[in-house]
């Protein structure tokens, strides 16, 4: 499958291998492992990083995607919004399909994205102490989540 990448998306999937190789290269010599990251490109052109944050208590984890989108709306307030979104997950050998976002995050991509907001789901295997980037697939937010839950805001008014 060929994919059509834009520019800018190019642009950010470039950054995205540069900072998974960075961060995995720092996890690695302070005892870690790789992660699933996620980074995407505001409607400003700004670029926000996350990975998925797993501390001793399974339900206060954080996804990638949801962190991404956390520091963007730090840095750019509640009403920046995403034109691009990477998904990165490290898997062992090629898979068919990369891993796309949990229910929860296709719910935030959507509330924080635009009908032309793309998802770019990629995987990367650790080859020694590299990393490689065989696959990625190319999706759009409304074709992932179709019948979107709106919650209205006012209810409680
Ligand atoms: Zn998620």
Redesign the pocket.
């Known amino acids: 499958m060929t994919v059509n990448f834009t520019t800018d998306e190019k642009k950010l999937i470039k950054h995205a291998k540069k900072a998974i190789v960075k961060y995995n290269k720092m996890r690695h010599k302070k005892g870690s492992v790789d992660t699933l990251y996620s980074f995407l490109m505001s409607d400003s052109g700004k670029i926000h990083n996350g990975a998925c944050f797993e501390p001793n208590i399974a339900q206060a984890t954080i996804?990638g995607?949801?962190h991404a989108i956390a520091s963007m709306v730090l840095d750019e307030s509640y009403n920046a919004k995403i034109k691009y979104i990477v998904v990165a997950d490290p898997v062992p050998e090629v898979q068919e399909n990369s891993t796309p976002?949990?229910g929860?995050?296709r719910h935030i991509i959507w509330q924080f994205g635009t009908s032309k907001t793309s998802v770019i789901c990629m995987q990367y295997i650790q080859r020694k102490n590299d990393w490689i980037f065989p696959k990625a697939e190319k999706y759009f937010i409304k074709d992932l989540y179709p019948y979107p839950y709106e919650p209205k805001e006012d209810l409680w008014k």
């Open positions: 996804c995607e949801r976002p949990c929860t995050c």
